[in-house]
C-alpha cells in the first residue's frame, strides 16, 4: 500500500513552501488509495508549542487536506534508542566530543588546503579513556553515522537519477550531545517503521536524503521512492521562511484568501502545466501530475492568489457565504441580492465587510467641483428609501429631464456620488441595498 507522510516541525506556524511538501505527498496517498500520515516533529521539546501543534492542523483542515493518523515523534523516544542500539552494535555509530570551535577550526583549516569541509572520523581512534576523559571534563558527546563510503544513487521522481559520493560528505550527527534525536535519525527511524514507500520534499533535502538512504538500509527497511520538489523563492528570488508571518497559510486566511486559490496555485506552480482553478481538493488531486513538475526555483508572488480567490468567488452561491454574510451585518432578506451585486466586484471574502458598510452608511462622494451643484440637485429629487429595482431609472431620468445631461454626463457623477467610485455594480442593484438616501456631507 501507498503511504506518504507530512512532517511539520511545530517550531512556528506553516508558510505557503511548506504547503507543497504536504500537498504533494496527500495526492500521492490519495490518487492510489494510500496512507497519508501526519507526523508531528516535535524531538526539539525546547522550541516545539502545542498551538503550533493545532496551528498545523487547523491550517490543513481548511485547505481540506485529511489524514489517515497522527504520529508524533516525542512519543516515539523508545523506537530510537532502540534503533540507536542497534546502530551501535553494528558499528554504524559513534561518539564523538569536539566542541562547535573545535569543528568550526577543522573546517576552516580543510578549506585552507583545498579540501572539502568533511569531518574526518577522528572520534573512531578515541580510546575508552580519552572519552572519559572528555566526558569528566563535562563534555557531552554526541552521535555521528558511519556512511558507507561508496556512491549513493537513487532515481529522483523530478529531478531524475541522482548520485553522491558519500565520501564528500560528513558523517551525519543524530543525536545532539543533550541526547535530542534529529531530524536527521527520526525521520529515517520512522520511514521504516511506518513502512513510507513515497516522500516527496523539497530540494535542499537532496543530501539529507542521501545519508538517510544509507541509514535505512543500515535499519532494514525498504528504501522510499523520493522525490524532490522546488524550493518556493519571494518575487525578487529571496528565500522564503516559515516565520515570515505574512506567507503564513493562517494570515493568508485571515486575509480572505480562498483555499481553492491557494490549492490551485500550489498544484501547479512549478509544473509545466497552467495554473487551473479548481472547485476543492478532490478535482486538484484528480489532475495532480508529480512527473510535470521541475527543480528550479519557483518564485511565488502571494498577489497571484487574489485573481483566483475573485474568480472562485464568483462561481459561489450567497448560501455558500451565509456566515461571512451573516457576520458583515447584512440581514437575512437582503443577502441573496447583496451576493448578487457584490460577487463580481470583490477580491476576497474580507471585502464583503466594507461594501455592506457602504450600503449600511453610504459611500463617501466622489464629486468634481464642477459637478457639485448638479449633484445637489440631483440629490434633491431623490426620495428617501427603501429603494426598489426601478428607482436608478426612474431618478434619472427625472434629472435628465430637469438639467438636459445625458449619457457619462449624467450617470458617471452620480454613481460616483452615491457610491464613492467610478466602476462597480449595477447601479439599478446598488440602489436596492441603499438603506440611507446619499448626501455629499
Known amino acids: 500500500m501507498t ?44 522550541r516545539s508549542k502545542e498551538e503550533y501543534v493545532e496551528g498545523v492542523k487547523e491550517d490543513l483542515t481548511w485547505l481540506g487536506i485529511t489524514w489517515d493518523r497522527v504520529e508524533r515523534q516525542s512519543l516515539r523516544l523508545d523506537r530510537y534508542a532502540a534503533a540507536k542500539d542497534r ?55 554526541h552521535w555521528r553515522f558511519k556512511l558507507d563510503l561508496e556512491r ?89 521562511s516559515k516565520r515570515l508571518g505574512t506567507l503564513a497559510l493562517r494570515d493568508l486566511r485571515k486575509q480572505g484568501i480562498a483555499p481553492q486559490a491557494v490549492l490551485s496555485l500550489m498544484a501547479r506552480l512549478g509544473s509545466s502545466e497552467p495554473v487551473e482553478l479548481r472547485a476543492d481538493i478532490d478535482e486538484v488531486i484528480a489532475n495532480f501530475d508529480l512527473s510535470k513538475f521541475g527543480s528550479a526555483p519557483t518564485k511565488f508572488d502571494a498577489a497571484d492568489l487574489i485573481p483566483l480567490t475573485a474568480r472562485y468567488l464568483s462561481t459561489l452561491d450567497h448560501t455558500d457565504v451565509a456566515d461571512t454574510i451573516r457576520d458583515a451585518g447584512v440581514p437575512d432578506e437582503l443577502a441573496p441580492l447583496f451576493w448578487k451585486v457584490v460577487r463580481e466586484n470583490i477580491e476576497k471574502l474580507d471585502d464583503v465587510a466594507a461594501w455592506w458598510a457602504l450600503f449600511r452608511d453610504g459611500g463617501t462622494a466622489l464629486v468634481a467641483e464642477e459637478d457639485r451643484t448638479f449633484v ?26 430637469e438639467t438636459g445631461r445625458k449619457g457619462k454626463a449624467l450617470f458617471m457623477p452620480l454613481r460616483k456620488a452615491v457610491t464613492g467610485m467610478e466602476r462597480g455594480p449595477e447601479m439599478a442593484d446598488v440602489m436596492q441595498l441603499l438603506q440611507k438616501k446619499p448626501t455629499l456631507t
Not at 105 to 127: C, E, F, H, I, S
Open 152 to 240: 549513493i544513487e537513487w532515481h529522483d521522481g523530478i529531478i531524475g537519477d541522482i548520485s553522491i559520493d558519500a565520501a564528500s560528505v560528513s558523517d551525519p550527527v543524530l543525536i545532539k550531545g543533550d541526547g535530542q534525536i534529529l531530524y536527521t535519525f527520526a525521520s529515517p527511524v520512522d520511514d521504516v517503521e511506518m513502512e513510507i514507500t513515497d516522500i516527496v520534499r523539497g530540494s535542499d533535502h537532496v543530501t539529507n536524503t542521501a545519508t538517510q538512504i544509507q541509514i535505512i538500509q543500515a535499519l532494514g527497511g525498504t528504501v522510499p521512492n523520493f522525490a524532490h520538489h522546488s524550493l518556493l523563492t519571494g518575487r525578487q528570488g529571496e528565500a522564503l
Open 87 to 141: 546502530l551501535i552494535e553494528m558499528g554504524r555509530l559513534y561518539e564523538c566530543f569536539e566542541t562547535p570551535t573545535e569543528l568550526d577550526l577543522k573546517r576552516k583549516k580543510q578549506l585552507n588546503m583545498g579540501k572539502p569541509p568533511v569531518y574526518d572520523r577522528a572520534a573512531l581512534d578515541l580510546t575508552e579513556a580519552q572519552k572519559d576523559a572528555y566526558r569528566a571534563e563535562g563534555r557531552q558527546g
Open 376 to 401: 445637489e440637485k440631483a440629490f434633491f429629487m431623490l426620495e428617501n428609501p427603501p429603494y426598489t429595482a426601478d428607482t436608478w431609472a426612474n431618478w434619472t431620468t427625472i434629472v435628465k429631464d
Open 3 to 46: 503511504t506518504t507522510r507530512f512532517a511539520p516541525s511545530p517550531t512556528g506556524w506553516i508558510h505557503i513552501g511548506n504547503l507543497r511538501a504536504a500537498l504533494f505527498n496527500y495526492a500521492i496517498a490519495r490518487q492510489n488509495g494510500g496512507t497519508f500520515i501526519l507526523r508531528i516533529d516535535d524531538t526539539d521539546s525546547e
